[in-house]
Protein backbone atom coordinates (compact mmCIF):
# COMPACT_ATOMS: atom_id res chain seq x y z
CA UNK A 1 0.00 0.00 0.00
CA UNK A 2 1.27 3.06 -0.99
CA UNK A 3 2.97 5.20 2.10
CA UNK A 4 1.86 8.19 3.32
CA UNK A 5 4.03 11.43 3.59
CA UNK A 6 4.69 12.48 6.95
CA UNK A 7 5.58 15.76 5.34
CA UNK A 8 3.28 19.04 6.67
CA UNK A 9 1.88 16.57 9.50
CA UNK A 10 4.54 18.17 12.08
CA UNK A 11 3.96 21.83 10.99
CA UNK A 12 0.43 21.33 11.41
CA UNK A 13 0.56 19.58 14.91
CA UNK A 14 3.11 22.52 15.73
CA UNK A 15 1.30 25.44 14.53
CA UNK A 16 -2.04 24.31 16.41
CA UNK A 17 -0.74 22.42 19.78
CA UNK A 18 0.68 24.89 22.30
CA UNK A 19 -0.78 24.13 25.45
CA UNK A 20 -0.70 24.50 29.23
CA UNK A 21 -3.04 25.46 32.70
CA UNK A 22 -4.04 29.20 31.20
CA UNK A 23 -4.86 27.73 27.62
CA UNK A 24 -7.03 24.62 29.37
CA UNK A 25 -8.56 27.37 32.06
CA UNK A 26 -10.08 29.91 29.52
CA UNK A 27 -10.77 26.37 27.20
CA UNK A 28 -13.46 25.34 29.56
CA UNK A 29 -14.30 28.62 30.67
CA UNK A 30 -18.05 28.79 29.96
CA UNK A 31 -18.28 25.30 32.03
CA UNK A 32 -16.83 26.83 35.26
CA UNK A 33 -19.54 26.90 38.27
CA UNK A 34 -21.96 24.36 36.38
CA UNK A 35 -23.68 21.05 37.12
CA UNK A 36 -25.44 18.40 35.97
CA UNK A 37 -27.22 18.78 32.47
CA UNK A 38 -26.51 22.24 31.94
CA UNK A 39 -22.61 21.77 32.63
CA UNK A 40 -22.88 18.86 29.60
CA UNK A 41 -24.47 21.39 27.94
CA UNK A 42 -22.21 23.91 28.21
CA UNK A 43 -19.34 21.10 27.13
CA UNK A 44 -20.92 20.68 24.16
CA UNK A 45 -20.81 24.20 23.03
CA UNK A 46 -17.59 23.68 23.50
CA UNK A 47 -16.33 21.09 22.03
CA UNK A 48 -18.70 21.17 19.00
CA UNK A 49 -18.70 22.35 16.03
CA UNK A 50 -15.19 21.18 15.24
CA UNK A 51 -12.81 20.96 12.16
CA UNK A 52 -14.55 18.04 10.19
CA UNK A 53 -12.13 15.45 8.66
CA UNK A 54 -12.57 13.14 5.48
CA UNK A 55 -12.56 9.77 6.31
CA UNK A 56 -9.55 9.15 3.75
CA UNK A 57 -8.10 11.24 5.92
CA UNK A 58 -7.39 9.38 9.06
CA UNK A 59 -5.12 6.99 7.97
CA UNK A 60 -2.59 10.07 7.84
CA UNK A 61 -3.83 11.52 11.12
CA UNK A 62 -3.24 7.85 13.00
CA UNK A 63 0.82 8.56 12.28
CA UNK A 64 0.32 11.29 14.88
CA UNK A 65 -3.10 9.95 17.23
CA UNK A 66 -2.20 5.99 17.34
CA UNK A 67 1.67 5.45 16.99
CA UNK A 68 3.63 3.57 19.22
CA UNK A 69 6.63 5.29 20.74
CA UNK A 70 8.42 2.04 20.28
CA UNK A 71 9.13 1.79 16.32
CA UNK A 72 6.31 1.87 13.54
CA UNK A 73 3.26 0.22 15.14
CA UNK A 74 0.51 1.19 15.09
CA UNK A 75 -1.33 1.58 18.61
CA UNK A 76 -4.41 -1.14 18.27
CA UNK A 77 -6.27 -1.52 21.65
CA UNK A 78 -8.00 -4.59 20.05
CA UNK A 79 -4.65 -6.80 19.52
CA UNK A 80 -1.37 -7.08 20.45
CA UNK A 81 -0.40 -7.14 16.63
CA UNK A 82 2.46 -5.19 15.33
CA UNK A 83 0.72 -3.24 12.27
CA UNK A 84 3.51 -1.22 10.55
CA UNK A 85 1.86 2.16 10.20
CA UNK A 86 2.45 2.67 6.51
CA UNK A 87 2.33 -1.17 5.30
CA UNK A 88 -0.85 -3.32 6.53
CA UNK A 89 -3.64 -0.79 6.47
CA UNK A 90 -7.00 -2.65 5.49
CA UNK A 91 -7.37 -4.08 2.95
CA UNK A 92 -8.80 -7.63 2.96
CA UNK A 93 -8.59 -9.93 6.05
CA UNK A 94 -9.18 -13.50 7.16
CA UNK A 95 -7.32 -13.79 10.60
CA UNK A 96 -6.36 -11.69 13.43
CA UNK A 97 -2.71 -9.78 12.47
CA UNK A 98 -3.89 -9.31 9.29
CA UNK A 99 -4.29 -5.64 9.00
CA UNK A 100 -5.84 -2.47 10.80
CA UNK A 101 -8.80 -0.64 9.87
CA UNK A 102 -10.45 2.78 11.06
CA UNK A 103 -12.98 1.66 14.26
CA UNK A 104 -15.80 3.85 14.84
CA UNK A 105 -15.70 2.66 18.62
CA UNK A 106 -19.52 4.01 19.09
CA UNK A 107 -20.80 2.32 16.18
CA UNK A 108 -21.99 3.79 13.24
CA UNK A 109 -24.93 2.11 13.34
CA UNK A 110 -25.98 3.97 16.60
CA UNK A 111 -25.92 7.52 15.04
CA UNK A 112 -26.95 6.47 11.75
CA UNK A 113 -23.33 7.50 9.84
CA UNK A 114 -23.98 11.35 10.71
CA UNK A 115 -21.46 13.69 9.89
CA UNK A 116 -19.61 15.15 11.24
CA UNK A 117 -19.40 12.43 13.91
CA UNK A 118 -18.97 9.21 11.41
CA UNK A 119 -15.13 11.24 10.97
CA UNK A 120 -14.32 12.08 14.53
CA UNK A 121 -11.19 11.13 15.72
CA UNK A 122 -11.79 11.17 18.71
CA UNK A 123 -13.95 7.78 18.75
CA UNK A 124 -11.82 6.31 15.73
CA UNK A 125 -9.21 3.98 16.26
CA UNK A 126 -6.74 1.92 14.56
CA UNK A 127 -7.87 -1.69 15.09
CA UNK A 128 -7.39 -4.79 14.24
CA UNK A 129 -9.49 -5.74 10.88
CA UNK A 130 -10.61 -9.15 11.87
CA UNK A 131 -11.44 -8.42 15.66
CA UNK A 132 -13.10 -5.19 14.57
CA UNK A 133 -15.70 -7.30 12.52
CA UNK A 134 -16.00 -9.50 15.28
CA UNK A 135 -17.17 -6.92 17.87
CA UNK A 136 -19.56 -5.60 14.99
CA UNK A 137 -21.70 -3.30 16.49
CA UNK A 138 -22.48 -5.45 19.77
CA UNK A 139 -22.39 -2.85 23.37
CA UNK A 140 -19.17 -3.07 25.37
CA UNK A 141 -19.71 -4.97 28.36
CA UNK A 142 -18.40 -7.55 30.68
CA UNK A 143 -18.65 -11.53 30.19
CA UNK A 144 -17.60 -13.98 32.48
CA UNK A 145 -16.94 -16.20 29.64
CA UNK A 146 -16.63 -15.74 26.05
CA UNK A 147 -15.14 -16.67 23.18
CA UNK A 148 -11.49 -14.31 22.79
CA UNK A 149 -10.62 -12.07 20.14
CA UNK A 150 -7.35 -10.46 19.80
CA UNK A 151 -7.21 -8.58 23.55
CA UNK A 152 -11.11 -8.32 23.34
CA UNK A 153 -13.54 -10.73 24.37
CA UNK A 154 -17.01 -11.78 23.23
CA UNK A 155 -19.76 -13.56 24.92
CA UNK A 156 -22.98 -12.52 27.07
CA UNK A 157 -22.90 -9.95 29.51
CA UNK A 158 -22.86 -11.10 33.25
CA UNK A 159 -22.76 -6.63 34.61
CA UNK A 160 -26.14 -6.28 36.14
CA UNK A 161 -28.89 -4.81 33.68
CA UNK A 162 -27.94 -6.57 30.63
CA UNK A 163 -27.45 -10.10 29.16
CA UNK A 164 -27.10 -10.28 25.91
CA UNK A 165 -23.58 -10.36 23.90
CA UNK A 166 -21.44 -7.79 24.52
CA UNK A 167 -17.50 -6.89 23.87
CA UNK A 168 -15.72 -6.60 26.82
CA UNK A 169 -11.94 -4.64 25.85
CA UNK A 170 -9.10 -5.04 27.48
CA UNK A 171 -8.72 -4.01 31.61
CA UNK A 172 -5.59 -1.76 30.45
CA UNK A 173 -8.29 0.55 27.72
CA UNK A 174 -11.59 0.36 29.31
CA UNK A 175 -11.27 3.57 30.82
CA UNK A 176 -9.99 4.75 27.49
CA UNK A 177 -13.52 3.65 25.86
CA UNK A 178 -15.30 5.54 29.07
CA UNK A 179 -14.20 8.70 28.50
CA UNK A 180 -14.68 8.06 24.51
CA UNK A 181 -18.65 7.04 25.25
CA UNK A 182 -18.71 10.28 27.07
CA UNK A 183 -17.41 12.73 24.49
CA UNK A 184 -19.59 11.52 22.26
CA UNK A 185 -22.66 11.63 23.76
CA UNK A 186 -21.71 15.37 24.77
CA UNK A 187 -20.24 16.68 21.69
CA UNK A 188 -23.50 15.52 19.83
CA UNK A 189 -25.94 16.32 23.10
CA UNK A 190 -27.71 18.34 19.94
CA UNK A 191 -28.49 15.44 17.10
CA UNK A 192 -28.78 12.38 20.23
CA UNK A 193 -32.68 12.43 20.48
CA UNK A 194 -32.45 11.84 16.33
CA UNK A 195 -30.08 8.52 17.06
CA UNK A 196 -32.00 5.30 17.14
CA UNK A 197 -32.08 4.03 20.86
CA UNK A 198 -29.76 1.20 21.16
CA UNK A 199 -28.41 -1.03 24.04
CA UNK A 200 -26.03 1.49 26.13
CA UNK A 201 -27.73 4.86 24.32
CA UNK A 202 -31.12 5.97 24.29
CA UNK A 203 -31.84 9.08 22.23
CA UNK A 204 -32.29 11.67 25.23
CA UNK A 205 -30.04 14.70 25.88
CA UNK A 206 -29.36 14.05 29.27
CA UNK A 207 -28.68 11.62 30.74
CA UNK A 208 -27.97 9.87 27.50
CA UNK A 209 -26.78 6.34 28.90
CA UNK A 210 -29.15 3.48 29.58
CA UNK A 211 -28.85 2.66 33.54
CA UNK A 212 -26.98 -0.50 32.76
CA UNK A 213 -24.22 1.17 30.63
CA UNK A 214 -24.01 4.22 32.78
CA UNK A 215 -23.01 2.28 35.26
CA UNK A 216 -20.70 -0.12 33.72
CA UNK A 217 -18.67 3.49 31.84
CA UNK A 218 -18.59 5.17 35.46
CA UNK A 219 -16.94 2.04 36.82
CA UNK A 220 -14.36 1.33 34.06
CA UNK A 221 -13.60 5.41 34.17
CA UNK A 222 -13.05 4.93 37.79
CA UNK A 223 -10.93 1.86 37.69
CA UNK A 224 -8.80 2.59 34.69
CA UNK A 225 -7.61 5.96 35.48
CA UNK A 226 -6.16 8.23 32.65
CA UNK A 227 -2.89 7.46 30.91
CA UNK A 228 -0.04 9.66 29.05
CA UNK A 229 -1.64 7.72 25.86
CA UNK A 230 -5.17 9.40 25.94
CA UNK A 231 -3.14 12.40 26.83
CA UNK A 232 -0.95 12.96 24.16
CA UNK A 233 -4.02 11.37 21.61
CA UNK A 234 -6.42 14.41 23.18
CA UNK A 235 -3.58 16.62 22.20
CA UNK A 236 -2.60 15.34 18.71
CA UNK A 237 -6.70 14.69 17.59
CA UNK A 238 -6.60 18.76 18.72
CA UNK A 239 -4.24 19.61 16.15
CA UNK A 240 -6.52 18.41 13.36
CA UNK A 241 -10.15 18.85 14.59
CA UNK A 242 -9.63 21.58 16.91
CA UNK A 243 -11.33 20.53 20.13
CA UNK A 244 -10.87 18.38 22.60
CA UNK A 245 -12.16 16.04 25.07
CA UNK A 246 -13.00 17.20 28.32
CA UNK A 247 -12.83 13.96 30.19
CA UNK A 248 -9.65 13.59 29.43
CA UNK A 249 -8.41 16.94 30.57
CA UNK A 250 -10.91 16.72 33.70
CA UNK A 251 -11.86 13.39 34.81
CA UNK A 252 -13.77 14.24 37.72
CA UNK A 253 -16.04 15.92 34.96
CA UNK A 254 -17.74 12.67 34.77
CA UNK A 255 -19.03 12.74 38.32
CA UNK A 256 -20.28 16.48 38.09
CA UNK A 257 -22.46 15.51 35.04
CA UNK A 258 -23.11 11.75 36.20
CA UNK A 259 -21.57 10.24 39.22
CA UNK A 260 -21.11 11.25 42.89
CA UNK A 261 -21.41 14.81 42.26
CA UNK A 262 -24.45 15.50 40.44
CA UNK A 263 -26.22 18.45 41.59
CA UNK A 264 -22.83 20.23 43.04
CA UNK A 265 -21.23 22.80 40.59
CA UNK A 266 -18.13 21.95 39.04
CA UNK A 267 -15.21 24.44 40.00
CA UNK A 268 -12.34 24.72 37.53
CA UNK A 269 -10.55 26.17 39.77
CA UNK A 270 -9.03 26.29 42.51
CA UNK A 271 -10.73 23.72 44.00
CA UNK A 272 -11.01 21.17 40.78
CA UNK A 273 -7.85 19.59 38.87
CA UNK A 274 -5.44 21.91 39.46
CA UNK A 275 -2.60 19.39 39.99
CA UNK A 276 -3.91 17.54 37.12
CA UNK A 277 -3.40 20.76 34.96
CA UNK A 278 -0.18 20.50 35.46
CA UNK A 279 0.10 17.04 34.83
CA UNK A 280 -1.17 17.34 31.47
CA UNK A 281 0.82 20.37 29.95
CA UNK A 282 4.11 22.40 30.43
CA UNK A 283 4.72 25.69 31.70
CA UNK A 284 6.66 27.19 28.39
CA UNK A 285 8.27 30.27 27.31
CA UNK A 286 9.86 30.35 23.84
CA UNK A 287 11.39 33.48 22.50
CA UNK A 288 11.85 35.25 20.34
CA UNK A 289 10.14 33.78 17.77
CA UNK A 290 10.72 33.92 14.91
CA UNK A 291 13.94 34.21 16.33
CA UNK A 292 17.37 34.90 14.29
CA UNK A 293 20.25 32.11 15.72
CA UNK A 294 19.51 32.14 19.58
CA UNK A 295 16.33 30.80 21.01
CA UNK A 296 15.79 31.03 24.68
CA UNK A 297 13.96 28.50 26.17
CA UNK A 298 12.19 28.44 29.63
CA UNK A 299 10.43 25.48 31.09
CA UNK A 300 9.58 24.43 34.48
CA UNK A 301 11.79 21.18 34.81
CA UNK A 302 14.27 19.92 32.69
CA UNK A 303 13.13 18.79 29.31
CA UNK A 304 14.22 16.68 26.64
CA UNK A 305 14.05 18.43 23.42
CA UNK A 306 14.08 18.19 19.10
CA UNK A 307 14.31 20.73 16.79
CA UNK A 308 12.39 18.69 13.36
CA UNK A 309 11.64 19.73 10.31
CA UNK A 310 8.59 19.76 8.24
CA UNK A 311 9.03 16.11 7.29
CA UNK A 312 9.76 15.04 10.66
CA UNK A 313 13.53 14.64 10.53
CA UNK A 314 15.40 15.42 13.53
CA UNK A 315 17.85 18.15 12.75
CA UNK A 316 19.26 18.88 17.03
CA UNK A 317 18.15 17.61 19.98
CA UNK A 318 19.72 17.24 23.62
CA UNK A 319 18.44 18.83 26.97
CA UNK A 320 17.10 22.41 27.96
CA UNK A 321 16.40 23.63 31.20
CA UNK A 322 15.03 27.11 32.25
CA UNK A 323 16.63 29.90 30.39
CA UNK A 324 18.36 27.77 28.01
CA UNK A 325 19.63 29.13 24.88
CA UNK A 326 19.67 27.31 22.04
CA UNK A 327 22.20 27.77 19.12
CA UNK A 328 20.18 27.78 15.88
CA UNK A 329 22.44 29.86 13.81
CA UNK A 330 22.74 26.71 11.63
CA UNK A 331 19.64 26.28 10.17
CA UNK A 332 18.57 27.80 7.11
CA UNK A 333 15.53 30.39 6.93
CA UNK A 334 12.19 28.04 7.71
CA UNK A 335 9.58 27.00 9.37
CA UNK A 336 10.49 24.00 12.10
CA UNK A 337 9.10 22.19 15.40
CA UNK A 338 10.17 22.20 18.40
CA UNK A 339 9.26 18.92 20.21
CA UNK A 340 9.61 19.35 24.34
CA UNK A 341 9.18 15.27 25.97
CA UNK A 342 8.76 15.44 29.70
CA UNK A 343 10.32 12.33 32.07
CA UNK A 344 6.70 10.99 32.23
CA UNK A 345 6.19 11.05 28.24
CA UNK A 346 3.89 13.92 27.74
CA UNK A 347 4.96 16.20 24.95
CA UNK A 348 4.66 19.78 23.78
CA UNK A 349 4.92 20.48 19.98
CA UNK A 350 5.70 24.64 19.06
CA UNK A 351 6.09 26.20 15.53
CA UNK A 352 9.12 27.74 15.59
CA UNK A 353 10.25 30.17 12.57
CA UNK A 354 13.84 31.15 11.62
CA UNK A 355 13.97 34.37 9.69
CA UNK A 356 16.31 36.50 7.82
CA UNK A 357 18.41 38.77 9.95
CA UNK A 358 17.55 42.63 9.69
Not at 33 to 58: F, Q, V, W
Not at 118 to 130: E, R
Not at 204 to 220: D, G
Not at 234 to 242: F, L, M
Amino acid sequence: MKKISFCGIVFLFCAIVSLHAQHLEQYYADANGLSSAGLKTALAGIINPHHELSYDTLWQCFYTTDLRSAGNYVWDMYSDCHFVYSNDQCGNYKNICDCYNREHSFPQSWFTSRSAMATDLHHIYPTDGKVNNMRGSYPLGECSSGTVYGLGKLGNCTFSGYSDVVFEPADEYKGDFARTYFYVVTCYENEQTLWPSSAMINNTAYPSFNTWSLNLLLKWHRQDPVSNKEINRNNAVYAYQYNRNPFIDYPVLAEYIWGDSVGQPWNLLPTDDSTRIEEIAFTIDVYPNPFNDMLTINTNEPTAYQILDICGRTLQKGIVENGTQLDLSHLSNNVYCLLLTRQNGLKVYKKIVKQKKD
